[in-house]
């Protein structure tokens, strides 16, 4: 573990990168009966295991690569959820979990990425956060047949969470490049001027993939995406960034990963 990484200790889903604790893997988002409080409990205690969601008669909603099912009505775009009646405390029966071999959920925009987070007593990951527990992922590069264990920039579809074993960063988080690009909590201008694959600040030569800032005008928020995603980005790496999509945007190569 790096020099400074703090003394409290990280649910088994996360891992600690100096004081924060980073979920292991891209988030999948499971409709679970908030009368199940013992599940419910092990999910916010981040203890909850994929044989403990099947088990329990959890459904997972939106995972790729079809996005069905869907999320309830009453987890609507916009992260407006209604709870549950008579839920206590109050949900709408949403929760976000990091567990490997299942597909990312995605479809799924900012507002309901974040929600699904504080459901599961968690948040998104700030832009420095994720960064910071990106640093050491091997970079496959632009070559258009990565290996199967390396990180997935190049294919036909998402990969399960956690099964190209190689795409680990040397805090031991994955996927932080490619699979899906992850909604971060921090806003920025939308870009409007047009995206590049540049160098330009970037701490190492590469070309990854940047679409941030506007035209010096008044401008619309766009909510960052970092990471980059599967079907042939050229410029997916632990650099990529976008701010071209709005946080009411949702697509299915867009997913997210939380933090606590």
Not at 6 to 25: A, L, M, R
Not at 120 to 139: F, Y
Not at 223 to 252: E, K, M, N, T
Request: proline share 10%; aromatic share 8%.
């Amino acid at each position: 573990m790096p020099a400074g990484a703090g003394t409290h200790k990280c649910p088994p889903d996360s891992v600690k990168v100096g004081n924060v604790c980073i979920d292991t893997y891209e988030a999948s988002v499971w409709s679970i009966p908030p009368s199940n409080i013992a599940l419910v409990k092990k999910v916010q205690g981040g203890r909850a295991t994929l044989a403990d969601l099947t088990a329990g008669g959890a459904t997972q909603l939106s995972p790729l690569p079809s996005c069905t099912p869907g999320f309830p009505a009453n987890f609507p775009s916009g992260g407006q959820w209604t709870p549950v009646a008579g839920s206590n405390p109050p949900s709408p029966g949403v929760y976000a979990v990091s567990v490997a071999g299942v597909t990312p959920t995605a479809c799924i925009d900012w507002f309901q990425a974040a929600q699904a987070c504080r459901l599961s007593g968690k948040r998104l990951t700030t832009n420095l956060e994720w960064q910071d527990a990106a640093a050491g992922t091997p970079d496959p590069g632009n070559a258009p047949t990565p290996g199967p264990n390396d990180c997935n920039t190049y294919s036909s579809g998402p990969s399960n969470t956690g099964s190209r074993v190689d795409c680990k960063s040397s805090w031991g988080v994955f996927d932080m490049i490619g699979n899906v690009n992850e909604w971060v909590a921090d806003w920025a201008d939308r870009n409007t001027t047009g995206c590049t694959n540049s160098t330009t600040g970037l701490a190492l030569p590469g070309s990854d993939f940047v679409c941030f800032g506007g035209d010096g005008s008044p401008q619309v928020p766009g909510a960052l995406l970092r990471g980059g995603h599967w079907s042939g980005v050229a410029g997916a790496g632990v650099f990529a960034v976008s701010a071209f999509d709005g946080p009411s945007y949702s697509d299915f190569n867009l997913g997210f990963r939380c933090a606590r």
